[in-house]
C-alpha cells in the first residue's frame, strides 16, 4: 500500500476506534497499552514496511511481526481485520466464549498471528529464532518484535539482546513502547532500565529513540532501520499509554488505566476525542 501519511493518519484513527469498542464491548482488556503502540502498528501493516498477504497468511517469504506485549492484542487484531485478515465485525468478539480473538493472540487460532505471547519477556527470544531460520532458509524476510518498556524487567530479554548481536542479525528490528507504565505503576518506579537505547547499544545493537506516537518520525524510523547492514536494530518508541485519549482518561483520574476497558458511558466522548485528534 502506498506510503501515503493522510492515508496513514486516518488509518491509526479507524483503529483506535475499533481497540475503543472492542474492548468496552468485552467488559475488559488492554486498552490503553493497545493505544500507545497504534502509530507504530499501522506504518508496519499498511505504511509499505511488513510483507504480508491476508489471502495467504503462511506464505514463507512474509516478514514476521511479533507482539511480545500480548496483553495489546487489541491493536493487533484491530489492525489484521483492517488489513483482510479475518471479517472486521469479528472484532467485536473480544475475550468472548469460543472466539479466536483470546485475551492474548493464539497462533493456532487466528490468521496473522505470528507467535502466541502474552507471558512477558519471550517474544524477542523468539524473533531471534526466526530471524536466524531466515539466514539458515536462505530467506530475505525481516522480523519485528514490540515489547512493553516493563517487560525489559525479564532478564531473558537481554540474553536474547546478546544472541541477536553475536549473529549480526540485521534482519531483526524491535520496537520498544516506551509508554512509561507497566500493570503496578511508572516503569522507572518498578525497575528504572534508563538508558533503554544506552543499553541496546551497549550490546551490540544500533538504536534510535523516536516519537513514538509521530507517524512522520515512525516512518523515518523503519526507513532508518531497513538500511542497517550487521547489525540488529532497536527503536525506543516514547509513546502515552492511551495516546489518543488522554483527556478522558485524566478525567477519570488514571492515566495508566491498565487493564481495564473504558466504561461504556465514556465511550462516546472517547471516540469523540480520537477523531478530534486528541493527544
Known amino acids: 500500500m502506498p506510503n501515503n501519511l493522510d492515508a496513514l493518519l486516518a488509518r491509526a484513527k479507524s483503529i483506535r476506534e475499533d481497540i475503543l469498542r472492542m474492548t468496552t464491548e468485552a467488559g475488559s482488556g488492554h486498552p490503553s497499552s493497545s493505544l500507545s503502540a497504534v502509530e507504530v502498528m499501522t506504518a508496519l501493516y499498511f505504511g509499505g514496511f511488513l510483507r504480508h498477504d491476508a489471502k495467504n497468511p503462511r506464505w514463507p517469504d512474509r516478514d514476521r511481526f511479533i507482539l511480545s506485549k500480548g496483553h495489546a492484542a487489541p491493536v493487533l487484531y484491530a489492525v489484521l481485520a483492517q488489513a483482510g485478515y479475518f471479517p472486521h465485525d469479528q472484532i467485536m468478539t473480544l475475550r468472548k466464549l469460543?472466539?479466536?480473538?483470546?485475551?492474548?493472540?493464539?497462533?493456532?487460532?487466528?490468521?496473522?498471528?505470528?507467535?502466541?505471547?502474552?507471558s512477558l519477556g519471550q517474544g524477542l527470544s523468539q524473533g531471534v529464532g526466526h530471524a536466524l531460520a531466515a539466514r539458515i532458509d536462505q530467506k530475505s524476510y525481516h522480523t519485528y518484535v514490540m515489547t512493553g518498556d516493563g517487560e525489559l524487567d525479564q532478564g531473558q530479554n537481554w540474553e536474547a539482546a546478546a544472541a541477536a548481536a553475536k549473529y549480526q542479525l540485521d534482519n531483526l528490528t524491535l520496537i520498544v513502547d516506551r509508554n512509561h507504565y507497566q500493570q503496578t505503576g511508572a516503569a522507572e518506579e518498578v525497575l528504572n532500565m534508563d538508558p533503554i537505547d544506552g543499553k541496546f547499544a551497549a550490546f551490540g545493537w544500533k538504536t534510535q529513540v523516536i516519537n513514538g506516537n509521530d507517524m512522520r518520525e515512525v516512518l523515518?524510523?523503519?526507513?532508518?532501520?531497513?538500511?542497517?547492514?550487521?547489525l540488529p536494530t532497536c527503536i525506543v518508541a516514547l509513546t502515552h499509554k492511551g495516546q489518543g485519549i488522554l483527556n478522558v482518561l485524566r478525567k477519570l483520574g488514571d492515566v495508566n488505566f491498565h487493564g481495564k476497558p473504558l466504561p461504556a458511558k465514556n465511550l462516546d466522548e472517547a471516540l469523540a476525542e480520537v477523531a478530534a485528534g486528541g493527544e
Do not use: I, Y
Open 220 to 230: 523515518k524510523a523503519l526507513d532508518r532501520a531497513n538500511a542497517v547492514q550487521g
Open 98 to 118: 469460543d472466539s479466536p480473538l483470546e485475551g492474548h493472540p493464539n497462533m493456532r487460532r487466528l490468521p496473522g498471528v505470528e507467535a502466541s505471547t502474552g
